[in-house]
């Protein structure tokens, strides 16, 4: 079966700094998805990486704050920048396969930002 | 909003008892989802569960669909330690894009 990777898997970083989060897929993805989990919360979706061109973000999440990269169909990144400990969160990757209904997800980053 | 909305938001039973959690949500759907997360880790798809379908089985899983009150349950028979992980529904709405939103969750903890 296809897995799906994070690096790294936790990082512990200092608030002002960046953090970029990879996520790869052994086999080629229709789509991509990037996902925030704050502590004792649920999942919340930041974007949808688009191959090839800009993400696109949802409500309350912008660019400049979670620049995403899809350079080719089975990989992507996202950067936290200029992190604050508000961003502390688990950041989780997700994919579909050939337009199918079902999303896997990747196993996390776990964040946390002093 | 569109996000489910599970309850409880916590349930605690005895090994080898049922356990049911409940998702309401608020647009119509295309399918909806259950996942299943272990303290803090990954998610882990359990089923999937078409508009058009109203119950589904999968080993002591079983989903029901209720698209008329914009509600569905999951059972989980026969309950197990390693059953203790909270459990989230997530809904495709039409035209989404593939987009599917989480519900709140429900811990669930499996006393031995």
């Known amino acids: 079966s296809a897995v799906i990777s994070q690096k790294p898997s936790r990082d512990i970083c200092q608030r002002g700094t960046s953090l970029t989060i990879q996520c790869q897929v052994d086999?080629?993805?229709?789509?991509m998805f990037w996902y925030r989990q704050q502590p004792g919360q649920s999942l919340t979706l930041i974007a949808t990486?688009?191959?090839?061109?800009?993400?696109?973000?949802e409500s309350g999440f912008v660019i400049d704050k979670f620049p995403i990269s899809r350079p080719n169909l089975t990989f992507s990144t996202l950067t936290v920048s200029n992190m604050s400990p508000e961003d502390s969160s688990i950041y989780l990757c997700?994919?579909?396969?050939?337009?199918?209904?079902?999303?896997?997800f990747g196993p996390g980053t776990r964040l946390l930002v002093l | 909003s569109q996000q489910g909305e599970e309850d409880p938001q916590a349930l605690s039973i005895q090994e080898g008892e049922n356990a049911t959690m409940n998702c309401s949500y608020k647009?119509?759907?295309?399918?909806l989802q259950w996942y299943r997360q272990n303290s803090g880790r990954g998610l882990v798809h359990l089923i999937l569960?078409?508009?058009?379908?109203r119950e589904k089985h999968s080993g002591r899983l079983r989903v029901t669909l209720d698209t008329s009150k914009k509600s569905s349950s999951l059972l989980i028979t026969a309950s197990r330690a390693a059953d203790t992980a909270s459990y989230f529904c997530?809904?495709?709405?039409?035209?989404?894009?593939?987009?599917?939103?989480f519900g709140s969750g429900t811990r669930l903890s499996i006393r031995p």
């Open positions: 997700s994919v579909v396969w050939n337009f199918q209904e079902t999303q896997y």
């Open positions: 086999s080629q993805v229709t789509m």
């Open positions: 990486a688009n191959q090839g061109s800009e993400a696109t973000y």
């Open positions: 647009t119509s759907i295309n399918n």
């Open positions: 569960i078409r508009s058009n379908e």
């Open positions: 997530a809904i495709l709405a039409y035209s989404s894009a593939s987009k599917i939103i």
